[in-house]
């Protein structure tokens, strides 16, 4: 028999807060301008202090870095850049002790093109290994020109196939064209994935962040997309016909004997496909990352628009509504992979960047799912102000640049100022630990600049401050664990269709706490009951929501 709350199987994922740490950008212990895992352990009285149950680390392994370790070289070693296999079991090692599991970061859609079995697979069509990848002979177009296989476009922009000299075959890359996708069909290429899954566990990992798991599945025969398909090729490459089949095979294989978490990145996936992959009965995913929340400000061809708290809130219903008690959301606005929290969703100027940021912390810790924490957001961290793109570090930013400015596409200007909107580069920058030159966070030159407004911003200054949005997240990470509604309770939205306020009710058994958030620098007078005031961003009570207001009280 099962613990239930709420009609609810109780799990520690469920109950769990999570907090991403990007390693490259967290802390650097040995001064080269490169967060390393010495650094992170030097910072684990941070985190704890947070009250976070579980930290995912984003890629430690060996990786010659076109994407940031998201191109692994080698699955076994840890990137000489962060350190060493010892210091890894050091810092595994000190984040049990304080209480805190580990969860690592499974990019297996694909390996870096500098893995051993790639470079095996590229060396002749009847090598051991060809198989491991996807290669295709170029394709003849009406006059005879030779081009790719299809017409699948790459994610970061451009072709998806690159043409290999050794063979003159071409091999898929759903991302860059250092990231091979593996060929998850052949059984061997499953079994290594079961099996470097099994080394972590053994360490005593606490499972996996599954980097674009849905992608692993290709559909057969690789058809070329249609025109509307290319808007959005992540709908056709989440929906192979096996990734079900597949993802059921690697908890049988893998994760079955092991205690363990796994959150899957459901890039492409639609809300009705969800229940799919983590409905609790078919033994796949414990979860997934879907992305409706972190594209409401997105159009159609992917670049910034304006976006309407009434479409925002809209997204928690139809998910509480597509998601049965058999299935667990996650709750995340922020990651490597987007802006800034309070820069996208709140208010980054001083007057209200503490509040908004505490705001979008109450949304985050009472929201149904388990909530996943982005390092720096616990600061109001804000994003960065880019003036050029020699700023930039993405390699997807580069791509989109020489796709877009240099053939003269959309001019410079629109260009940056989409990019000071939506580019991942605002996540990855340093960490902001005090206000000396590059934050506290090296003593040289950091790898991306730090924000200049570490002199405001930083930890330093948050953990001496009471007040500040570092407490405010361990207050309300106190309070989620306090209270089993703010967990497993049923949502319901009050307001819906409120231009600026975001109001909801969390309910289990006979205990109900509303949460009422105000997304605007305008006081709302609101027709809603009082309560019990537990928590929020004001020190006093008034009758109406002030500016960026957020308030959960006991009903
Ligand atoms: O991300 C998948 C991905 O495509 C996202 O970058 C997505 O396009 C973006 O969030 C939309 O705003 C994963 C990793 O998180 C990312 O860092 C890697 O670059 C990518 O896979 C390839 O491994
Ligand atoms: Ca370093």
């Not at 613990?3 to 740490?21: F, P, S």
């Not at 929201?367 to 390699?395: C, H, R, V, W």
């Not at 949005?469 to 106190?478: L, P």
Request: hydrophobic share 40%; net charge negative; proline share 6%.
């Amino acid at each position: 028999m099962t613990d239930t709350l709420n009609g609810y199987a109780r799990r520690w994922w469920k109950e769990a807060v999570v907090y991403q740490i990007y390693p490259r950008s967290f802390m650097d212990s040995n001064d080269d301008g490169i967060g390393d895992l010495r650094g992170i352990l030097d910072k684990v009285p941070y985190i704890k202090g947070l009250g976070v149950d579980v930290v995912w680390l984003s890629p430690h392994f060996d990786s010659p870095n076109a994407d940031n370790g998201y191109d692994i070289r080698d699955y076994r070693k840890v990137m000489a850049e962060f350190g060493t296999m010892e210091d890894f079991d050091a810092l595994l090692g000190a984040f049990h002790a304080a209480g805190i599991r580990l969860i690592i970061d499974l990019v297996v859609n694909h390996t870096s093109d500098e893995h051993a079995w790639f470079a095996q697979a590229r060396k002749s069509r009847d090598n051991p290994y060809r198989d491991y990848y996807i290669w295709r002979p170029g394709n003849a177009d009406i006059s005879g020109k030779e081009g790719p296989p299809n017409n699948w476009t790459s994610i970061f922009t451009g072709p998806a196939w690159h043409k290999d000299e050794a063979t003159g075959d071409y091999y898929l890359h759903l991302f860059a064209a250092k990231q091979p996708d593996l060929n998850w069909d052949n059984p061997a290429v499953r079994h290594e994935v079961y099996d470097l899954m099994r080394f972590w566990l053994d360490k005593g990992v606490d499972g996996f962040r599954m980097d674009v798991i849905p992608f692993i599945s290709k559909r057969p025969g690789l058809p070329s997309l249609s025109d509307a398909e290319r808007a959005k090729p992540q709908f056709v490459y989440a929906d192979g016909p096996h990734v079900h089949d597949y993802l059921r095979e690697m908890r049988r294989e893998a994760l079955a004997p092991y205690d363990t978490m796994t959150v899957g990145e459901a890039f492409g996936v639609t809300l009705a496909q969800t229940p799919l992959f983590v409905d609790e009965r078919r033994g796949e995913l414990d979860m997934v990352f879907q992305f409706d929340a972190v594209e409401i400000d997105r159009g159609a061809d992917g670049k910034w628009k304006p976006w309407r708290l009434a479409d925002f809130k809209a997204i928690f219903s139809r998910h509480d509504a597509a998601l049965d008690a058999h299935c667990w959301p996650t709750a995340f606005f922020s990651n490597h992979d987007n802006p800034r929290l309070v820069s996208r969703y709140g208010d980054d100027g001083p007057q209200w960047r503490d509040r908004s940021a505490k705001l979008m912390a109450t949304l985050l810790l009472t929201m149904k799912g388990t909530p996943f924490i982005y390092q720096g957001d616990e600061l109001a961290m804000t994003n960065y102000p880019f003036t050029d793109i020699s700023q930039f570090d993405d390699l997807w930013v580069k791509g989109a640049w020489r796709e877009e400015v240099e053939s003269g596409r959309v001019s410079a200007a629109d260009f940056l100022a989409n990019q000071l909107k939506v580019s991942r580069d605002h996540a990855r920058t340093p960490m902001q630990w005090n206000d000396a030159r590059n934050g506290g966070f090296t003593t040289v030159t950091p790898w991306l600049a730090v924000n200049p407004n570490t002199s405001q911003i930083n930890a330093e200054k948050a953990l001496a401050d009471p007040g500040s949005v570092y407490h405010y997240y361990a207050a309300m990470i106190a309070l989620r664990r306090r209270h089993p509604a703010l967990v497993y309770g049923d949502y319901q939205d009050l307001l819906p269709e409120h231009p600026r306020v975001f109001a909801y009710t969390r309910t289990a058994g006979d205990e109900t706490l509303l949460v009422m958030l105000n997304f605007s620098a305008e006081s709302v007078a609101i027709d809603l009951p009082q309560g019990t005031c537990l928590a929020g961003n004001y020190d006093d009570d008034a009758p109406a929501l002030r500016g960026w207001e957020a308030r959960v009280s006991q009903l």
